[in-house]
């Protein structure tokens, strides 16, 4: 990337005083460590090339033209582009299960006493697949919504009305009642209206997941 520095002075040594706190620094390069990916850290050391220097001095003139000097110095900066990242080339790379054992006693011969697994848990529906639909209107307040059928239903699972996140904490099958956690994983406490539909959030939204998506933790012990 080529780009140009002006200079302009009235006085020829004000202009030399002022080159001479420049050029030491180009031989012929000077290397500068840039940021320039701040989420991943990514620096570089960008190479500045000085190519040449440029002199105009309108001197010659009449007694009441102002002169100017005008020294203009051409750089070359390296630079990088970085091309797009497809699934294809970091499907390998992302971390999708994270395992942490401990052990007790004598360290050399210990087995495994005790180990805690973690995997990512999507927080919304993805796959648009409704499994029911709301039969009553639901306040802010309400810990129990009302459903149309509760086939499918279970306990400790994740639904997603209308953008909020819900856990079921129990199903009453005869009056069709499920009792829930509101607005998990920071979604919008909401109003929602009957006929609202249900959508469950299982494996396959785990597996639709992107990188930067929101998203929680299921965690194991064995």
């Known amino acids: 990337m080529d780009f140009e520095l002006s200079v302009m002075t009235k006085l020829n040594d004000d202009m030399l005083q002022i080159v001479e706190q420049i050029l030491p620094y180009f031989q012929p390069a000077y290397t500068v460590s840039v940021n320039l990916i701040d989420t991943i850290g990514e620096k570089r050391d960008i190479p500045i090339v000085l190519e040449n220097i440029n002199m105009q001095d309108d001197y010659e003139g009449n007694f009441d033209t102002r002169r100017a000097l005008i020294y203009t110095f051409r750089f070359t900066a390296k630079t990088y582009l970085f091309g797009p990242v497809t699934g294809a080339d970091v499907s390998g790379e992302i971390i999708k299960k994270v395992s942490l054992g401990f052990v007790a006693g004598d360290t050399k011969g210990a087995n495994r006493d005790l180990t805690y697994s973690?995997?990512?848990?999507?927080?919304?529906?993805?796959?648009?697949?409704?499994?029911?639909?709301?039969?009553?209107?639901?306040?802010?307040?309400?810990?129990?919504?009302?459903?149309?059928?509760?086939?499918?239903?279970?306990?400790?699972?994740?639904?997603?009305?209308?953008?909020?996140?819900?856990?079921?904490?129990?199903?009453?099958?005869?009056?069709?009642?499920?009792?829930?956690i509101r607005s998990l994983y920071n979604t919008d406490l909401l109003e929602h209206v009957e006929g609202s539909q249900i959508y469950i959030i299982d494996s396959q939204d785990d597996a639709l997941l992107e990188p930067g998506d929101d998203f929680g933790f299921t965690g194991s012990l064995f």
């Open 118 to 180: 973690a995997e990512p848990k999507a927080v919304k529906n993805y796959t648009g697949n409704s499994i029911t639909k709301l039969s009553k209107n639901v306040e802010t307040e309400d810990s129990k919504i009302t459903v149309e059928s509760t086939i499918g239903l279970q306990v400790n699972q994740l639904i997603d009305i209308n953008g909020e996140t819900l856990q079921i904490k129990s199903i009453n099958d005869y009056n069709k009642e499920v009792t829930v």
